[in-house]
């Protein structure tokens, strides 16, 4: 009786802090009972927070108790933590990140396999073959044609005011670089990329976008410059036809007058496809593969670093230069943190399991070290905090068919696309950094 | 007749005198004297020479003997047969003598014999004082004295024996004997003792005290069984070496007179040493019947004397010694104990034993030994029994309320239950009661219970007849008899999940095939098509209309080109899917653009099987290269290693169902010219050429180079219809329409090391993975079944195989489930296709 009194209505104590002055809270222990959850955490702070500033409005927080997020009674967690109820507990609470708004839909003709943003441009490519520029309105700018199979993935390698210039892997073994004049809307194959002898999965630009990688299934890692030196001379024809309606068109006459590119440097080591690439450094690059390996390159140099073993397929990663992590999606529902700089101990720092099918792609918020944006063949998009493994912050609904990639790379814009042929552009309005604010002015 | 005898007596005494003398010269002249004297006087001499140990001399007496006895036997001859009768239990020797002084009266008889005892006690005389070397006359006359006193005394017996004998048998050999009996030790010296003289002495044997030297020994065998000798005439053999001859025993008749006639036949007893009859004295009689009435013999012993006790036990007031006692005699000895203590350790060791102990084993090792043939070695397991598994006694049925004297009302029987009770008379153990509850005032008026006898003794029979046995539950799980295999959790990875659903095809999918780097996969269909997809992402790259159901499909192995085989009805396409390597695509467009001259005749009979035919336009542009058209519909086609040689199989072709194709020469041949069965699949070694061809109930092995059968597996089952081999080449899966899987060890034996029972329904589809140790099997109850299968490099280890996973993801459609199952071929990945339009990835 005695006990489930204890558990029941027990105290533990509990101190607040935060690292958001402006919730700033007195630095006092309180007794709360010990089976107390975030919703009645959250009564409480605001109760106090009103105690000494009476022009605030209410607000939800998280809290986050031995540095992960209170999902649970407070005392489930204490006990699964180990943690004795008799010291006064620290629970550090943030402001609740804002849901984030579903913003627009953009309908593609077939499925959308890649996606990437750039200010506010958003550039796709389906399976039948095609690029398309969309503004971040959901305007339809662009359809490029060129590659003669199911385009895999895309990149900005630049964006100007007037002109931008992209990547381009498909199937049919060509990496394609484009430039895209703004103004006219049109778009020029500067070069075709050619020495892989499989299909490409993937490709990835460096922060100061002069070399780019591939990679695909015929197990080669290519690094390429983004130079278009070569091709200034070559004049665009490509008319941009401003005048007509919303699709455009653009008429590229690619392999007759684009050049071809040689890799400057191939990369060999992995035994199965390429699955990502991606630059942690100017001159250092990971890769993840089918292999069930990861591995970080010295594009320098041209060899392997280290690498790290997993059990699965990897099938996406993505590296976040804040806190210097990978994020992984491989053929099971699992997402897994690695550190790549660390070789000893557990190589999976943390798991976050919510997906019920394969998870596709993953990408990390460009602003905040702990967020990061999940999809998967469930057809569902999530978006993460690396401190609460178990359950994601939020869902963002919408597709109706598998998920085959989603970006962050625009703080502002969630943007993932998906077999149901659609892209989907959820509005994050949780823009408190530097990065953000950037961002955003890179957009203006 | 007095003054013969003493003259005869002087003789002997002159004889003994020379004999002490021990001279030479004196015994020759006594040898003279000898002969002169007869043979009385060569008997002293005898006895003589057998006190004193002179050689010679003995020799001498032997050889006179010897004459004499001639000269004696010829007397007895004339003798005997007046004698006979008479002297029956006398010895030949006595006869002799007999036979000779027969005519003599009895009285010279007495006469006689008196003088040879006393002549025998001068013997003796001179016996006890041998070491003397000197004998005086003096002495000697002192022992002629005793020697005639005794010799009074033997007249006196005798003459008392003469009175009462009769008449005609009172003659000297009744005499002889009689003296004979008076010391059976002595009885007669020797064979030629004609006048017995010796006889006499016997009484003055014990008075000389001495008479251990004086055994008889006249039969020099020794201490013998005389029994040995019954077999001879003689007894033994005397001094001389001569035999001593068994007296004559007479014959019944004989007997019995002496019986009735002989007063001393109860005190006759018969000496075996020598074989004679010896009559024993009064005084032996006199001390056999004390001993035999339990008396001490010694009449003159005097056991009424009074006791006088030498050593009392009453302590002392004074100690017998002066010193008092040690203190050792008082402790125990410590040498003693441990010596003690020495043998109670090597008895307690078994390493010395008791008498008792020896006797019993000796008593042992005498015994016969039985075995218990049927009983338990030894009984301690049932006293260990008794004990630990104690029997309880049948418990007693607690008596009740009915069987009170004074029971409730309800207990009671009413009228009704009386008649049921008394109803079943003849069936008493249906009765709910054995007995009718009766109510008493009080319990002093309960009468005698009448069957109280016989409810004991049926008591006594259930303790008697309850089961002296132990009923042995034996609790068996169903788990137990499974064998122990690691768990599934230790052998990953393999498919847990469905990952990917690949949907598209409008009706059942019958065959999938994954490309050699697995990207991507073509699955068949019944809708006539195939179609090529992303194994990743599940999208559909291409659909290419075949024209017919598609029941196989088969991507070549062989890297450099991009084909499949593609078998629609009667068709074999060899289509060019066009997803990979572009390189190779257009490689391989280009090696199929052209057909290659084709110099050598192909045989009718594969012509009317078999036609190659190059695609037409429409077709080519769909991806169709070649078109193999065969003359019944091909069930199944597969591919060598290679990827040059495949082969198709028609199950309704009967003789030409197999027909191997080669694609680079655009060739057919038909290999087997006789079908042993309904052809369901073949498979070609992945290493060796080997070809397995599977009919509805056997595997055939053949040998493509030597072109003859290696090996034929039997199934045991009715319907085959997949195979898969293990890329190792040694391990073949086989899948049954009756649910049976089946591994079979190719080295190990002809028939499957192991039968797996996993699916209710049909197996369709059997497959290896090419590099983790899984298999999987389809059938129609929708389910994959993902099992491990460990393939050791070790010859001497068996493959372990561990089901591991059902994977039932597939909507049932309609009576088919899974057509057929494949691995990715780097990934843990299983395919699936099924009769839901649907092909399903499991990961």
Sequence with gaps: MASTQESGTGQVQIRFTTKQEQYAVPDLPFAVPAGINSNELNVLLNELLKEGRSDITSVDFDFLVCGEFLRQPLNDLLEERNVSFEDVIDVEYVEQHPTPEPMDCLMHDDWVSAVHVRNGWILTGCYDNTLHIWSKTGTHHLTIPGHSGPVKAVAWVSLTPTVGSFVSVSHDQTAMLWKWNIEDNSVDCIHVCRGHERSLECVSVNHNSTLMATGGWDTLLKIWTTSMLDTSSAASHSTGDSDETEIKRAKVESNSKSHIKTPIMTLKGHKEAISSVVWTDNQELATSSWDHTLRLWDAELGGIKSEIAGNKSFFDMSHSSLNRTVITASADRHIRLYDLRSTEGSLVKSTFTSHSQWVQSVKWSTTDEHLFISGAHDSQVLLWDSRSPKAPLFNLEGHEDKVMCVDWSNPRYMVSGGADKTVRIFKSRHAPSKNGTEGEKEEL | MVVKQTVNIDSCKALTRENMATNRAASKRKLEKVEQNGKNNALTAQNGAEESDEEDYLQTISDVDSSDQEGDQSGSDESEGELENIDEDNTEDSSDADSEEGENESDDGEEEDDSDVEEEDENEEENDSEDKSDLEWESDASSEDDAENLLKNVKKVTKTKVKSQDSTLATESNESASEEHLDPSKSINSKDSKDSNVQGTSKDEYESGDTSDEEDIRNTVGNIPMNWYDEYPHLGYDWDGKPIMKPKTGDTLDFFLKRMEDPNFFRTVKDPQTGQDVVLSDRDVELIKRLQSGQIPDAAFDDTAPWVEYFTSDVMKTPLRKFPEHKRSFLPSKSEAAKVSKYVHALKMGWMKTRSELAEEQRKKREKNFYMLWGADDNSVEEMRRIENHLPAPKRHLPGHAESYNPPAEYLLDKEELRQWKKCQETPWKRKIHFVPQKYKSLREVPSYPRYIRERFLRCLDLYMCPRALKMKLMIEPEDLVPKLPSPRDLQPFPTTMSMVYEGHTDM???????????????????????????????????????????????????????????????????????????????????????????????????????????????????????????????????????????????????????????????????????????????????????????????????????????????????????????????????????????????????????????????????????????????????????????????????????LKRLQYHEPNNDFGIFDVIFHPTQPWVFSAGSDKTIRLYS
């Design chain 2, 509 to 803: 999918v019958r065959c999938i095939t994954v490309d050699p780097k697995g990207q991507f996969m073509i699955s068949g269909s019944d809708d006539l098509t195939i179609k090529v997809w992303e194994v990743s992402t599940g999208r559909c790259l291409r659909t290419i209309n075949v024209g017919g159901v598609v029941r196989s499909v088969c991507w070549c192995p062989n890297q450099a080109l991009s084909i499949v085989a593609v078998a629609a009805d009667r068709k074999l396409l060899l289509i060019n899917p066009g997803v990979g390597d572009s390189l190779v695509i257009a490689k391989t467009d280009l090696l199929l653009k052209e057909e290659p001259e084709d110099s050598s005749v192909i045989p009718e009979r594969v012509k009317a099987a078999v036609q190659w035919e190059q695609a037409k336009d429409e077709e080519w542009a769909s991806g169709i290269r070649v078109v193999i058209n065969h003359f019944k519909e091909i069930k199944q086609v597969t591919w060598h290693g290679r990827g040059d040689y495949f082969a198709t199989v028609m199950p309704e072709g009967i003789h030409r169902s197999v027909v191997i194709h080669q694609l680079s020469k655009r060739r057919s041949q038909v290999p087997f010219s006789r079908s042993k069965g309904l052809v369901q699949c073949v498979l070609f070694h992945p290493v060796q050429p080997m070809l397995f061809v599977a009919t509805q109930r056997n595997i055939r092995v053949y040998d493509l180079l030597k072109q003859e059968m290696v090996k034929k597996l039997s199934t045991l089952s009715r319907w085959v219809s997949s195979m898969a081999i293990h890329p190792g080449g040694d391990n073949l899966l086989v899948g049954t329409y009756d649910r049976k899987m089946m591994w079979f060890d190719l080295d190990l034996s002809t028939s499957p090391y192991q039968t797996l029972r996993l699916h209710g329904t049909a197996v369709r589809g059997v497959a290896y993975h090419k590099r983790y140790p899984l298999f999987a099997s389809g059938s129609d109850d929708r389910s994959v079944i993902v099992s491990h299968g460990m393939v050791y490099n070790d010859l001497l280890k068996n493959p372990l195989i561990v089901p």
